[in-house]
């Protein structure tokens, strides 16, 4: 039964306190009302320990505000929540539609920088070819809301919603992304079931990646990355630092993204976090190794774009073409499907902050056993 106010209350106890549950927690659908984000349906998610979160309905139903009593925990963009209506798809027009936000899913035909690619595969003469911007196209895509709400199993209540996402194209892709949204009265974590499905009659490229957005304060000077890998390979010329310690922000600051090849624990799971021990918060994510073989960090510590970013993927982040080069591009062959689950939480306290280090210590003895000393 959850825990509410510090006491644990069956479903009977708490209905003889409230008139309706959303008192305490719940599911609500709001549109949004001015400015770029005019119109946007979101869902917001209240779990009754003061973690709320809002699910973006026309924003591929990703994650954007994140909270736990009243501590914001994602990133938030200059741009903030745009409509689709705005996207910008190709080159990098990703940046002036990214609003941040606690997920934002990138697929889920492509990730990563884009370019031109031979698009035979859809056997068209007149599209020979496909152009591919920053991160895919699912990001931008409305979903059809399927179901939301509380549902009761005993004295625990679920609450939840669901819809797909379609992203298609004459000539072109035909896929669906089935996403199931759920979080635990009680509770300060959500999960997400994915599951990507070639709905179209012909083959076709398949590339995901989760881009996972923390901010201040649970960013801050001190900060700490906490991740079951050895050190992560920079993508590109960084000044030598120890990387996973974090720093307050750095006027100019140029983005940086390190690749780790993670070790998973004996459940199959990668635990990954950002923590404030100062603070005494952290945000955590757990995904399966054996969906998302590659782990980047985006580290971002500039002014204003103050951000860091655990990014489980199917690819490297080097991205498509290198991926094809390597043959490590992969196809979604007419009707087959993918399955991706992630856990997304807060770590409240130092406890908790200290539990979860040594869930990830335990791992990385693996990871010590398995590389030599140089």
Same mark, same amino acid.
């Given at each position: 039964?959850?825990?509410?106010?510090?006491?644990?209350?069956?479903?009977?106890?708490?209905?003889?306190?409230?008139?309706?549950?959303?008192? $305490?927690?719940?599911?609500?659908?709001?549109?949004?009302?001015?400015?770029?984000?005019?119109?946007?349906?979101?869902?917001?998610?209240?779990?009754?320990?003061?973690?709320?979160?809002?699910?973006?309905?026309?924003?591929?139903?990703?994650?954007?505000?994140?909270?736990?009593?009243?501590?914001?925990?994602?990133?938030?963009?200059?741009?903030?929540?745009?409509?689709?209506?705005?996207?910008?798809?190709?080159?990098?027009?990703?940046?002036?539609?990214?609003?941040?936000?606690?997920?934002?899913?990138?697929?889920?035909?492509?990730?990563?920088?884009?370019?031109?690619?031979?698009?035979?595969?859809?056997?068209?003469?007149?599209?020979?070819?496909?152009?591919?911007?920053?991160?895919?196209?699912?990001?931008?895509?409305?979903?059809?809301?399927?179901?939301?709400?509380?549902?009761?199993?005993?004295?625990?209540?679920?609450?939840?919603?669901?819809?797909?996402?379609?992203?298609?194209?004459?000539?072109?892709?035909?896929?669906?992304?089935?996403?199931?949204?759920?979080?635990?009265?009680?509770?300060?974590?959500?999960?997400?079931?994915?599951?990507?499905?070639?709905?179209?009659?012909?083959?076709?490229?398949?590339?995901?990646?989760?881009?996972?957005?923390?901010?201040?304060?649970?960013?801050?000077?001190?900060?700490?990355?906490?991740?079951?890998?050895?050190?992560?390979?920079?993508?590109?010329?960084?000044?030598?630092?120890?990387?996973?310690?974090?720093?307050?922000?750095? $006027?100019?600051?140029?983005?940086?993204?390190?690749?780790?090849?993670?070790?998973?624990?004996?459940?199959?799971?990668?635990?990954?976090?950002?923590?404030?021990?100062?603070?005494?918060?952290?945000?955590?994510?757990?995904?399966?190794?054996?969906?998302?073989?590659?782990?980047?960090?985006?580290?971002?510590?500039?002014?204003?774009?103050?951000?860091?970013?655990?990014?489980?993927?199917?690819?490297?982040?080097?991205?498509?073409?290198?991926?094809?080069?390597?043959?490590?591009?992969?196809?979604?062959?007419?009707?087959?499907?993918?399955?991706?689950?992630?856990?997304?939480?807060?770590?409240?306290?130092?406890?908790?902050?200290?539990?979860?280090?040594?869930?990830?210590?335990?791992?990385?003895?693996?990871?010590?056993?398995?590389?030599?000393?140089?």
């Amino acid at each position: 039964m959850p825990v509410l106010y510090e006491k644990a209350v069956t479903r009977r106890e708490l209905a003889r306190r409230v008139g309706r549950l959303e008192q $305490a927690a719940g599911v609500r659908l709001v549109t949004l009302g001015d400015g770029a984000e005019r119109g946007v349906r979101v869902l917001e998610f209240r779990t009754g320990t003061g973690f709320a979160f809002d699910v973006v309905v026309d924003r591929a139903l990703d994650i954007g505000r994140c909270e736990h009593r009243g501590t914001p925990l994602a990133w938030l963009s200059a741009p903030g929540v745009v409509g689709p209506w705005f996207a910008e798809p190709l080159g990098l027009g990703w940046f002036r539609s990214w609003g941040g936000g606690m997920l934002v899913t990138c697929g889920l035909d492509h990730t990563l920088l884009g370019g031109t690619d031979d698009a035979s595969h859809f056997h068209q003469d007149v599209r020979p070819t496909e152009e591919y911007g920053l991160h895919g196209r699912i990001g931008f895509a409305p979903a059809r809301l399927t179901g939301y709400g509380e549902t009761w199993e005993a004295d625990e209540c679920l609450l939840w919603a669901q819809g797909v996402v379609r992203q298609a194209a004459v000539f072109g892709e035909t896929l669906e992304l089935h996403r199931r949204i759920e979080a635990r009265v009680g509770e300060s974590r959500f999960t997400v079931r994915d599951e990507v499905v070639n709905a179209g009659f012909d083959p076709t490229t398949h590339m995901f990646l989760y881009h996972i957005n923390v901010g201040w304060p649970v960013l801050d000077e001190g900060s700490e990355y906490l991740i079951p890998a050895p050190d992560g390979v920079p993508v590109g010329e960084y000044p030598t630092v120890d990387y996973r310690c974090l720093t307050a922000p750095v $006027a100019g600051f140029r983005e940086q993204c390190y690749e780790h090849e993670t070790v998973a624990a004996a459940d199959g799971t990668v635990p990954v976090a950002v923590v404030n021990r100062a603070q005494r918060i952290g945000v955590y994510e757990v995904h399966r190794k054996d969906q998302l073989r590659f782990h980047t960090m985006w580290r971002m510590l500039g002014e204003g774009a103050y951000a860091v970013a655990m990014e489980p993927s199917t690819n490297r982040d080097a991205g498509r073409f290198d991926a094809r080069q390597r043959g490590e591009l992969q196809f979604l062959a007419p009707g087959e499907s993918r399955r991706y689950d992630l856990e997304i939480g807060v770590l409240d306290g130092l406890a908790a902050i200290e539990g979860f280090a040594g869930r990830v210590k335990k791992v990385n003895h693996a990871v010590t056993a398995r590389v030599p000393d140089v």
